[in-house]
């Protein structure tokens, strides 16, 4: 941004500008020594409606009718230290989508609970025959790692 613009338009005279470049969150690298395979957690499929949905780095879970505290149980210990299993309502009730009332669709899309992944974490599910873990590997957001909460952020006069 400096070379490119800043000291291009600095060339220029006399004329004034503000600029600001910002993100709406930062990434992390994940290898694939991260990566948990949730095809091979087999019991999974007892709990789970549907496979998972969301992203790799906060995967939805959506569980059969009566399941909840039990599925809770099993992906906490599936998980361990990886991530924060929590529930729909401690989730929507946390702010983490932002403030305000939380609109009632939202509340289909997000799953019974909410894997927030730790560190450099991330879930793969195999959704097609030729899906690869290698296909995670690289830059990711959506967990619970500082570097995706922060926010990149650049301003300058020009």
């Not at 309502?89 to 609970?113: C, T």
């Amino acid at each position: 941004l400096k070379r490119e613009l800043l000291d291009e338009r600095k060339k220029g005279a006399g004329k004034k500008a503000g600029m600001i470049v910002l993100s709406d969150h930062g990434h992390i690298q994940v290898h694939v020594s991260d990566v948990i395979h949730l095809g091979r957690l087999t019991q999974m499929r007892g709990f789970q409606v549907l496979p998972p949905t969301g992203t790799s780095r906060s995967p939805y879970f959506y569980l059969r009718a009566g399941k909840l505290e039990a599925g809770r149980k099993y992906y906490r210990k599936a998980f361990g230290n990886r991530a924060l299993i929590l529930g729909q309502e401690a989730l929507l009730s946390s702010g983490l989508w932002g403030p305000g009332p939380v609109r009632r669709e939202f509340r289909g899309r997000v799953g019974d609970l909410v894997g927030l992944m730790r560190d450099s974490h991330a879930v793969f599910y195999p959704y097609r025959p030729d899906a690869k873990i290698s296909e995670l590997v690289g830059g990711r957001h959506g967990g619970l790692h500082e570097d995706e909460m922060l926010i990149p952020f650049f301003c300058a006069q020009i």
